[in-house]
């Protein structure tokens, strides 16, 4: 599904049925059809929005490529990546690449930033090149909520409390709350005394796993929590607690 506007293009995906974590979308592209240098768009992006964005995967590429094939234009817009060792905007320290073929990395040159191309593969050039850009919005929720009041936050305003079903979204979350405020962030993942397991609310099986140490008891009133810092282990934690969250959208 699309939203065209003449400045700005919102890019989303739409579900049927279960969703993971990354399919459900924590975050949103946003093309900006206005020409900025990479400083420019970058200072824009995190006044408006989350930052320039970070692309982690195949997946996240396959939503750049849709949104060139949206544009249907040769803007070439830029992405979150700069020549210093090609590091991220965001602070992201995922290592995924889509260079084209032409990519060159003079080790000299310090002032060059990442665009897509016409296919939706990565070029460099100038940072001071004046181009459209791409944002991205993501929803970590900054309030302390407790487990029940975050998620119906979640579902009256975006879609669910977040579901980890893999490494990848693992990492994307450990990226994002590394500066917390609180000490763990809630996820949608409960344990239920009548059937005796634990469960997420998203009904996605829980196969992947990244508990503490001798977690988790089994103990009725708990939610599961991950570590903003450290290792970023899951805990239980008593529903009363509040800790500040992400929502995944559809």
């Known amino acids: 599904m699309f939203c065209v506007d003449e400045n700005l293009i919102r890019t989303w995906f739409m579900f049927i049925g279960q969703c993971s974590f990354?399919?459900?979308q924590l975050f949103e592209y946003l093309y900006i059809k206005q020409n900025k240098n990479w400083t420019e768009a970058q200072q824009y992006c995190?006044?408006?929005?989350?930052?320039?964005?970070?692309?982690?995967?195949?997946?996240?590429m396959e939503r750049l490529i849709n949104i060139s094939k949206l544009m249907k234009s040769n803007d070439q817009p830029y992405i979150g990546l700069f020549r210093d060792n090609w590091r991220w905007s965001d602070g992201s320290s995922f290592s995924f690449r889509h260079w084209n073929k032409d990519f060159n990395n003079p080790e000299s040159i310090s002032d060059q930033c990442a665009m897509t191309d016409d296919g939706g593969r990565w070029k460099n050039d100038n940072c001071a090149e004046r181009k459209?850009?791409?944002c991205y919005d993501v929803t970590l929720i900054k309030?302390?909520?407790?487990w029940?009041?975050?998620l119906y936050?979640?579902?009256?305003h975006h879609h669910d409390l977040v579901t980890i079903t893999n490494m990848d979204d693992q990492r994307w979350i450990q990226e994002k709350v590394r500066k917390a405020s609180t000490g763990y962030v809630w996820m949608?993942?409960?344990y239920t005394c009548t059937l005796d397991f634990w469960f997420w609310v998203s009904d996605e099986v829980v196969r992947y796993k990244n508990w503490a140490s001798g977690e988790p008891m089994d103990d009725c009133d708990m939610s599961g929590a991950?570590?903003?810092?450290?290792?970023h282990l899951w805990r239980k934690k008593h529903d009363s607690e509040k800790f500040i969250f992400f929502c995944s959208k559809v």
């Open 188 to 190: 949608g993942l409960r």
């Open 143 to 146: 309030e302390n909520k407790t």
């Open 132 to 134: 459209p850009f791409i």
């Open 226 to 231: 991950m570590e903003t810092g450290g290792k």
């Open 22 to 24: 990354m399919d459900c």
């Open 148 to 150: 029940e009041d975050a």
């Open 153 to 156: 936050y979640c579902r009256d």
């Open 46 to 60: 995190r006044k408006n929005h989350t930052d320039l964005v970070t692309v982690t995967n195949m997946k996240d």
